[in-house]
């Protein structure tokens, strides 16, 4: 069925090394594409997004890249710090069906000191 | 100034009961929904409303009812509660559909549902 999944449920990387957190997707009529970011006891926060007419969009430390010809999305967050430590979703939507957004299963990020 | 607020944080109840969870957002977004998140993380929409009208209603049990008094509000009402009800609710709310360019949605904070 269709699904937004990510590749690794867990991710640990060293403090000040570079995180990429991978999603995949399996719908070719999605385009529209958002990471978002979800600290303990808290709700997801909006990250970065990215449309389908593009490749790569750049934020604060943090780079969306899109691959539709293997649908594969990545976040690439630059000199992880301890306060990206979170789990991470990707969502994507497509035209009809209101638009709704439909979220992967997310993985977590933990930064080591 | 907390953009969208659900009250309780917690709720620990028993099979049977009937509660609510309510959502306030002072964003003025004309959208608001009701997510459920499992064990597992895994987010999952149970209900969509624009400007107080229902427009997604997936598939969960009709012991879920919504209830959108005015734009800003979206409560969540469950009868008869299961051991399987157990989550963490979120509202969101958002300008536009969530799916759309430029309107992201934005969350509260959940509410932990323990049903013993």
């Known amino acids: 069925g269709e699904s937004v999944g990510l590749h690794l449920p867990t991710l640990s990387v060293q403090e000040g090394d570079n995180s990429i957190i991978n999603c995949a997707y399996s719908n070719s009529a999605s385009d529209y594409f958002i990471w978002y970011k979800q600290e303990s006891g808290k709700g997801p926060q909006f990250i970065i997004d990215?449309?389908?007419?593009?490749d790569k969009r750049q934020g604060q430390r943090v780079t969306v890249l899109l691959n539709k010809t293997v649908k594969h999305l990545s976040l690439q967050i630059a000199a992880t710090q301890p306060g990206d430590s979170a789990v991470y979703f990707c969502a994507e939507s497509r035209e009809g069906s209101a638009r709704q957004l439909t979220f992967g299963s997310g993985t977590q990020l933990t930064v080591l000191p | 100034d907390t953009a969208v607020s659900q009250t309780p944080k917690y709720l620990v109840t028993q099979m049977g009961n009937d509660k609510s969870i309510k959502c306030e957002q002072n964003l003025g977004h004309d959208t608001m929904y009701w997510y459920k998140q499992d064990s597992k993380k895994f987010l999952k929409i149970m209900f969509s409303y624009n400007n107080k009208e229902l427009i997604i209603n997936e598939t969960v049990p009709n012991r879920f009812s919504p209830k959108s008094p005015d734009k800003a509000h979206l409560n969540l009402h469950i009868n008869s509660l299961e051991l399987g009800d157990s989550a963490v609710y979120f509202c969101?709310?958002?300008?536009?559909?969530?799916?759309?360019?430029?309107?992201?949605?934005?969350f509260g904070n959940g509410t932990r549902l323990t049903v013993t």
């Open positions: 990215i449309r389908s007419n593009m």
């Open positions: 969101a709310s958002s300008q536009d559909h969530g799916g759309s360019y430029n309107s992201p949605l934005h």
